[in-house]
């Protein structure tokens, strides 16, 4: 048994001893080295490291959670003791029936920990940065600044019932901008393993975008057009959408989708899978962040709504079997995993890869528009509706690549999108938590400024 383990099994013992009748105990060993960027330079190379607790206790139907950082037993007595106050003055939740039950966990997730990662010297991260900055910094091309984060950590979660799992990953998170004149390009991505990130590509993508960005043109009149939406935007969006087949909104009647299992919800090429075991995502486990299996689950499948996405305690109030996808950890950074209870969350998102490649995409559409940067892609899940601000953009004739355009909004209703879809790419990147193509959709309104 390992130091974290060791430190569950001892809150687990002190929970129960202060009074709790059920206790979670979830210890996260963390570290994340950070290399900032600043005006095309290397500005400061950051490493943190911690030891942080979250406890969940329950005195009854009484609830309580706790969070703290982990500096000696006595730190680890005096949170538990806190927690304890907390659960006995929390008002009783009627719905609450236990903490997860131990079940049996098997199976071997790949690429999830880099050694490489987690051993990685300064000399070597400048050297990445250094890479990105010279592949991006051609005809006028600045970069302004650039993160470059690597989140390495493992994590154990036990409760009085005999929960207890241990996991341990590595989590990269890039992030750049770079400016000529007025357009600004924007860079982002995610990893579990060094080898998946080719810095050179990285830099001479940020130098394209941004060059586009500064050609643009604001766009005037509005049009109803063809339109694709590449992976960085889009993964926001689908996201926000994916909270109608959330546990928690289902229990609480306010998603559009109650109900809908069965249901024709999209067009019949697009496939959305949850996977908590995805080779190489970034929430992968074996189990979720309460201990229980992870799963692989159709959402959404051949445009057919399957299933929804459930937390354990959302899946007693359901009474359904739990899917694995209680979540406290984020992707960009985990440095407050242990600050939050796990929630119902998506753990990994797939959509399923179409048969044209992307160039495909383009020379198909008669007039349409290819959004390259929102100014934020978030879409109201309850009503489906969408009204963003175009950062960047290109119009689309006859096939080919015309003006770069800025200063517009792309309006729309993201539930009629997914019926609307006429094309999926090949090419898919992981954006987060989301493994996706860019896929083109039918009819959307742009909205000069």
């Avoid at 099994?9 to 060993?29: D, L, P, S, T």
């Avoid at 080295?33 to 500005?43: F, Q, R």
């Avoid at 109201?380 to 006859?398: C, I, K, M, P, Q």
């Avoid at 019926?419 to 996706?436: P, S």
């Amino acid at each position: 048994m390992n130091m974290i383990e060791n430190i569950c099994k001892k809150a687990i013992e002190i929970g129960e001893r202060e009074g709790a009748h059920q206790v979670e105990a979830f210890v996260i060993n963390g570290r994340i080295l950070n290399l900032y960027v600043e005006g095309s330079k290397v500005n400061i190379i950051t490493e943190n490291k911690w030891i942080g607790i979250g406890i969940k206790l329950a005195i009854g139907k009484r609830v309580g959670f706790v969070s703290g950082i982990y500096a000696d037993e006595k730190s680890l007595h005096e949170i538990i003791k806190e927690g304890i106050k907390i659960t006995r003055v929390s008002p009783e939740d009627p719905k609450f029936e236990s903490l997860p039950e131990p079940k049996q966990i098997s199976g071997v997730i790949e690429d999830v920990y880099d050694e490489h990662a987690a051993n990685i010297g300064s000399s070597e991260l400048y050297s990445f940065a250094k890479e990105i900055i010279e592949n991006a910094e051609k005809n006028e091309v600045k970069v302004m600044r650039g993160l470059i984060r690597i989140n390495i950590f493992e994590f154990s979660v036990m409760n009085s019932l005999g929960v207890d799992f241990s996991h341990k990953g590595t989590n990269i998170f890039v992030h750049f901008t770079a400016k000529r004149e007025f357009g600004e390009g924007i860079v982002k991505k995610y990893a579990t393993m060094l080898n998946e990130l080719n810095w050179s590509k990285i830099g001479e993508e940020l130098h394209e975008k941004t060059l586009i960005a500064s050609q643009a043109k604001a766009f005037k009149g509005s049009e109803k057009l063809e339109v694709i939406i590449e992976p960085m935007e889009l993964a926001g969006m689908l996201s926000d959408l994916l909270m109608a087949a959330n546990g928690e909104n289902i229990n609480r009647k306010r998603s559009p989708w109650i109900g809908k299992i069965g249901e024709q919800v999209a067009a019949g090429c697009l496939t959305i899978i949850d996977d908590g075991r995805l080779r190489g995502g970034l929430r992968s486990a074996l189990a979720d962040d309460e201990g229980v299996p992870t799963t692989r689950k159709a959402i959404i499948e051949k445009g057919v709504l399957k299933s929804y996405y459930f937390d354990y305690y959302n899946a007693r109030i359901a009474k359904v079997n739990p899917t694995g996808n209680g979540y406290r950890r984020g992707v960009r950074t985990i440095e407050d995993a242990h600050n939050r209870m796990a929630l119902s969350s998506l753990s990994n998102v797939e959509v399923i890869a179409g048969n044209k490649n992307y160039d495909e995409l383009i020379s198909e559409i008669d007039k349409g528009v290819i959004i390259k940067k929102f100014a934020y892609p978030t879409v109201d899940f309850l009503t489906g509706n969408f009204a963003l601000e175009v950062r960047s953009a290109v119009l689309v004739e006859n096939g080919e690549e015309k003006q770069p355009i800025k200063h517009a909004l792309l309006v729309g209703n993201m539930y009629d999108c997914l019926k609307n879809i006429t094309g999926i790419a090949k090419e898919r990147e992981k954006i987060g938590i989301v493994l996706l193509p860019a896929i083109r959709f039918r009819e959307m309104q742009l909205v000069g400024l």
